[in-house]
């Protein structure tokens, strides 16, 4: 007889995913964004004993610091592409200089055709940066993506992989645990006339989709947050949820310009559209019924 105790088993494990990043190019810390946060993209999600991160923004360096009270620590970092603001992070992780720590690391090649282990080792050269990507004594294992991957990580969780945007090689995740999926589309190309469809397809039925907010500098106009386009923009993130059939959408991924009273009336208009929809702010943690 099959054993069904297995798939009761993974029903029941926790899936929670909080927010240590949620800036898009550049920090921004001040007195306009403390409600949502400054750091750039940087999301964990934790299922069972698995734990995930995804992109190393600043929000890396808050994190790492947080587990030090938990080492030793394994952990799978997912990089969507190899933008300063996804990878920035990295060189100030702590517990990647802990010998103890162990963190597998998976990227797509550079558009130019580097491997993501190059692009991480570069950033770290002198004379930009002090300490080299050698001094880190952790376990660190290197895992190149392919245009659609998968990588199961234990009987439970399986993680997938797919290119959102072909021109900078910028790859969305999609966690799944038993009937419980996270998907990561931190692409910077979501926002087109029509929603792509490696989108649609990658976040087809997730319970929770985090989806990256329109950027700013396509609206080269006066006032460009107000501008009508811009906030159809917005409300696009409704559109793709519903075409996706997901059960609820997460925005990150802020423009510099976004201040909190902007995304307070941008969330507002959105949740009009898609009740569900709501925007992340740093800190938050979201549990996945």
């Known amino acids: 007889m099959p054993n069904t105790n297995v798939r009761e088993e993974s029903l029941t494990v926790s899936v929670d995913v909080q927010f240590w990043g949620v800036r898009d190019q550049i920090p921004t810390p001040g007195a306009q964004t403390v409600r949502y946060g400054g750091n750039t993209s940087c999301v964990e999600v934790r299922i069972g004993s698995q734990r995930l991160v995804f992109d190393g923004g600043t929000g890396l360096r808050t994190l790492g610091n947080s587990l030090l009270a938990q080492m030793p620590v394994e952990a799978h970092l997912f990089f969507t592409h190899c933008h300063w603001d996804r990878i920035q992070g990295f ?17 797509a090649k550079a558009s130019n055709g580097s491997t993501f282990q ?12 002090p300490v080299p990507i050698q001094v880190m004594q952790s376990k660190l294992e290197f895992h190149e993506l392919d245009d659609v991957h998968k990588t199961v990580l234990d009987d439970e969780v399986v993680v ?3 290119y959102l945007n072909v021109e900078h090689h910028s790859v969305g995740y999609r966690v799944t645990c038993g009937d419980k999926v996270v998907v990561y589309a931190m692409s910077p190309d979501c926002f087109a006339d029509q929603p792509q469809q490696a989108l649609i397809q990658l976040a087809q039925d997730a319970n929770l989709l985090i989806l ?23 409300i696009s993130c409704a559109a793709i949820a519903k075409e996706a059939n997901v059960g609820q959408v997460l925005i990150s991924l802020y423009s510099p310009e976004h201040s909190d009273d902007y995304l307070d009336k941008m969330e507002a208009k959105l949740k009009l559209s898609f009740p569900q ?3 992340a702010r740093e800190g938050m943690t979201v549990a996945i019924a």
């Open 277 to 279: 929809a709501g925007f």
């Open 91 to 107: 060189p100030f992780f702590v517990p990647a200089f802990i010998p103890i720590n162990h963190f597998h690391i998976y990227g």
């Open 118 to 129: 190059q692009r991480l080792k570069q950033q770290m050269l002198g004379p930009n940066f």
């Open 160 to 162: 997938e992989s797919a």
């Open 212 to 234: 990256a907010a329109p950027k700013q500098d396509r609206f080269q106009v006066p006032h460009a947050q107000e501008h009508p386009l811009m906030v159809e923009h917005w």
